[in-house]
């Protein structure tokens, strides 16, 4: 299935490449978009998309290759130069200065000035502008660091309009909205569609996708590997294109013998959490579920000792205390935490170093590390996770989110965790990786660790989970065995209580 070329293209980018140390990031790729088109840019975590996109901002040169917007061939230096000639991102992770305005983080390095000070005036008139033409209002004098997540996205969009943006690209934009946040961020890209605006969305949601794409471009390897209309395709056609592969089952569930009770909640109670208690069985993948907000998180971080709570935890019939982390690990649990990159890794230290980062005393000889073990050790789950990369000496912060995510399951298991507790652990993957993340959990509850799983994706919960507690304002309020829950019975826990 070849990309289908259209009459009004406003950006070409053609025989794009870039290698990393004999590694080909991208490899011979084209890429078009058309004016006032929503271009979905698909592929797996590694499959080149945030490398084409530095590209196209300045932010990589590429090593061959061109770049024509309306026509006329490009030299984009640093994203200054993206900037000037209307060209944006709104990032997944998103760089914003907490202690200042809204509007000062708009226009920095660009503030108005008059008799040689900050005109505040106009710089206040030009946010409320911006507001005008999204029809979003905020205090351009509120603070960054009191907005929501989704109101701090809807701030990186209007910095990008400020800019007179011809091209706005979105990375990932609802991986951490509500279902609510995410439906004004779609009417918010709808009417930029209208305004002419071209935008490339990257995203892993294949929901997202069908709600508001023209067209899709995927890649794979670092090469295209098709598109076409997103009306004319279906979402196997979609992940076939983006993974190489049919995946007939997106959601694979073993079945699997559930054990004698291995954990006892007994009233953890804490500013965010109220009374919860409930039981994990060995070999059981119990999944949590609710809405953004509803404790979940809070939850998992009071039985990890990583949040003061009162209440009790009881392992295979005993009480234990975990006032730590390291309390935690060492009566057998770990934790995957919902923010891989500020909680969960040492984006400087290298793949290796992270892995072994819990599992210091199990891989160490006498107060000495055992290199040997430290490479073994790594080498193990770096191939049983398939982590994609140069070598296990490679930089953390260098790989993709996916990869990122492996890392941080690496690290965890090898601990030798007899409980699990991943929070959100597909958030940003892509099917693929999803997938392969299935088939883990599935061999691990096989193998007899126990495993708690807070998902925010319903189809998610309810295909991978034995049985599902749903929260609601920091309260449990029901239980429902996977096999008989659907997602209206899920919601109506989640949202009116039990």
Do not use: W
């Amino acid at each position: 299935m070849s990309e289908e070329r259209r009459s009004d293209v406003i950006l070409r980018m053609q025989h794009i490449s870039k290698a990393y140390g004999g590694i080909k990031a991208l490899d011979d790729v084209e890429l078009t978009v058309e004016r006032g088109e929503i271009l979905c840019l698909l592929g797996e975590n590694g499959a080149g998309k945030s490398t084409l996109m530095k590209v196209l901002s300045g932010v990589v040169v590429p090593d061959a290759g061109e770049i024509e917007l309306e026509g006329k061939k490009l030299d984009i230096k640093n994203p200054n130069v993206a900037h000037q000639l209307g060209i944006s991102i709104v990032h997944q992770e998103l760089v914003q200065f907490p202690d200042m305005t809204i509007m000062e983080n708009i226009y920095m390095g660009r503030y108005p000035k008059k008799n040689g000070l900050v005109d505040f005036k106009e710089l206040k008139a030009r946010t409320e502008k911006l507001m005008d033409d999204l029809n979003i209002h905020f205090d351009p004098l509120e603070y960054i660091r009191n907005l929501s997540t989704a109101q701090r996205q809807l701030v990186e969009i209007m910095k990008a309009l400020s800019f007179d943006s011809k091209i706005i690209v979105f990375d990932e934009p609802t991986s951490s909205l509500t279902s609510e946040e995410t439906e004004i961020l779609f009417r918010i890209i709808r009417d930029l569609k209208e305004k002419g605006i071209s935008q490339i969305y990257i995203s892993h949601r294949l929901e997202d996708i069908f709600a508001i794409g023209d067209r899709i471009t995927v890649l794979r390897d670092g090469r295209n590997s098709g598109g076409g209309m997103v009306k004319d395709l279906n979402a196997d056609q979609i992940i076939a294109l983006m993974v190489g592969r049919n995946i007939t089952n997106q959601f694979p569930k073993d079945p699997t013998e559930i054990g004698d009770v291995v954990l006892k909640v007994e009233h953890i109670t804490n500013d965010r959490v109220k009374d919860a208690s409930f039981e994990l069985r060995k070999g059981e993948v119990l999944g949590f579920g609710g809405l953004v907000g509803a404790g979940r998180t809070e939850l998992m971080r009071a039985i990890m000792g990583l949040d003061k709570c009162t209440g009790k935890i009881f392992k295979n019939g005993q009480e234990i205390e975990n006032k730590t982390p390291t309390d935690a690990i060492n009566n057998g649990f770990a934790l995957v935490p919902e923010d891989r990159k500020d909680q969960g890794l040492v984006l400087i230290l290298s793949i290796l170093q992270n892995i072994e980062m819990s599992s210091l005393k199990k891989l160490s000889n006498g107060g000495f590390m055992n290199v040997k073990a430290e490479k073994e050790c790594a080498d193990e789950y770096m191939d049983m996770l398939r982590i994609k990369a140069a070598g296990y000496n490679q930089a953390a912060g260098a790989l993709s989110g996916g990869n990122q995510q492996k890392v941080v399951l690496a690290k965890c298991l090898a601990t030798k965790p007899e409980i699990l507790i991943m929070d959100e652990p597909t958030r940003g993957i892509d099917v693929g990786s999803k997938s392969e993340i299935y088939k883990i959990i599935n061999d691990l509850a096989k193998q007899g660790v126990s495993i708690i799983m807070v998902s925010s994706e319903l189809p998610e919960l309810l295909g991978i989970s034995d049985r599902i507690i749903v929260m609601r304002e920091g309260v449990i309020t029901g239980e429902l065995k996977a096999s008989e829950a659907g997602e209206e019975s899920v919601m109506k826990l989640a949202t009116k209580g039990a």
